[in-house]
T-cell receptor, first 113, second 113 residues
Framework: GESVGLHLPTLSVQEGDNSIINCAYS??????FIWYKQESGKGPQFIID?????DKRQGQRVTVLLNKTVKHLSLQIAATQPGDSAVYFC????????????FGKGTRLHILP | KAGVTQTPRYLIKTRGQQVTLSCSPI?????VSWYQQTPGQGLQFLFE???????NKGNFPGRFSGRQFSNSRSEMNVSTLELGDSALYLC????????????FGSGTQLSVL
């Protein structure tokens, strides 16, 4: 079954607020995690990644947090904008994994005006 | 540089037919992975090709096959189409190193009637 999943299928956030999208994984051997954003009619677009030797990584307006103790990953988007409306996927992999990167089912982020 | 290109963008077929989808990776990328995306199952890994060889394979029946050419372009073929094969087929490329992000194309939307 899926080794990566998300806590909520849909998240609604007021424009300008911060968004937090959560993800749980079950494989303790996973050592590489990625967040993707998929807009309607497009393929997934890379947002940010993190390796297991880190617990936090920041990008432009985005931060990924990794808690290996509870096997939890989160994506924080600061000052959410209408253009952030999309489905967000977490994905995980570990070296030598036969079936490459595995994706969770996704969380749809709605931005409220 | 140009991104991952998938053709055709949309395809309508009937049950029992076969279909071939094409993917041109980012220049210099030697790995091409294929994923099937459906609302119910999310992103499911089909297979990965690296230097013209299938390196990884997901849990799909033998009706799903692929190949990669010497210029790294890849094709996937689905024979004896079933209604359940209706999905968005995504191609992703990378250099092929472990623990590396994938770059996705916009996909081919296949409808089987």
């Amino acid at each position: 079954g899926e080794s990566v999943g998300l806590h909520l299928p849909t998240l609604s956030v007021q424009e300008g607020d911060n968004s937090i999208i959560n993800c749980a994984y079950s494989n303790s051997a996973s050592d590489y995690f990625i967040w993707y954003k998929q807009e309607s009619g497009k393929g997934p677009q890379f947002i940010i990644d993190i390796r297991s030797n880190m617990d936090k990584r920041q990008g432009q307006r985005v931060t990924v947090l990794l808690n290996k103790t509870v096997k939890h990953l989160s994506l924080q988007i600061a000052a959410t904008q209408p253009g952030d409306s999309a489905v967000y996927f977490c994905a995980e992999n570990y070296e030598n994994r036969d079936d490459k990167i595995i994706f969770g089912k996704g969380t749809r982020l709605h931005i409220l005006p | 540089k140009a991104g991952v290109t998938q053709t055709p963008r949309y395809l309508i077929k009937t049950r029992g037919q076969q279909v071939t989808l094409s993917c041109s990776p980012i220049s210099g990328h030697r790995s091409v992975s294929w994923y099937q995306q459906t609302p119910g199952q999310g992103l499911q890994f089909l297979f990965e090709y690296f230097s013209e060889t299938q390196r990884n394979k997901g849990n799909f029946p033998g009706r799903f096959s692929g190949r990669q050419f010497s210029n790294s372009r890849s094709e996937m073929n689905v024979s004896t189409l079933e209604l359940g094969d209706s999905a968005l087929y995504l191609c992703a490329s990378s250099t092929g190193q472990d623990n590396e992000k994938l770059f996705f194309g916009s996909g081919t939307q296949l409808s089987v009637l």
